[in-house]
């Protein structure tokens, strides 16, 4: 294989990035047509610790009363919406687009069962910090049988 040939791959490569890429906004709607409104999904580290499970998202330019969380079971549902704050006008030319604007959300499944009434979050230079207590496991114990 010459090295045109190589190029040819890498140029395929990009290209199929790119439509990954596209086709990941493009989801069926009630009535069976396709929609590309674009939810997007935050960058997310999850930690844990020997009490906590603890969620750190990546939320730069959301106000924290735009950030809704929900607890449900072992679903740990992180969703909200990030305003633009440069509003162009229809002729400006955008020369790099990369930062996601718009609705967002992330659903977490939680591998470990967690004490959903001691849930608490902060929210600190961008980042949502959420600590999730891990539920006690009870202690084993030696159950001793009687006679009848």
């Not at 020369?95 to 992330?106: A, K, L, M, T």
């Not at 929210?123 to 049988?145: T, V």
């Amino acid at each position: 294989m010459d090295i045109t040939d190589l190029e040819g791959l890498k140029y395929f490569e990009v290209l199929q990035n790119q439509m990954n890429q596209m086709m990941k906004d493009v989801r069926l709607t009630d009535s069976g047509g396709l929609s590309c409104d674009r939810i997007w999904k935050p960058a997310v580290d999850i930690y844990e610790t020997a009490e906590d499970v603890i969620v750190l998202v990546e939320v730069a330019g959301i106000k924290k009363e735009d950030i809704n969380l929900v607890f449900n079971k072992d679903l740990l549902i992180i969703a909200g919406r990030r305003e633009n704050p440069a509003q162009f006008a229809p002729t400006k030319k955008m020369h790099q687009v990369e930062i996601d604007f718009g609705y967002f959300e992330r659903i977490i499944k939680l591998a470990l069962p967690i004490d959903g009434e001691k849930i608490a979050a902060s929210y600190k230079d961008g980042f949502l910090w959420i600590h999730l207590p891990k539920l006690k496991k009870p202690a084993s114990r030696k159950i001793e049988i009687i006679s009848e």
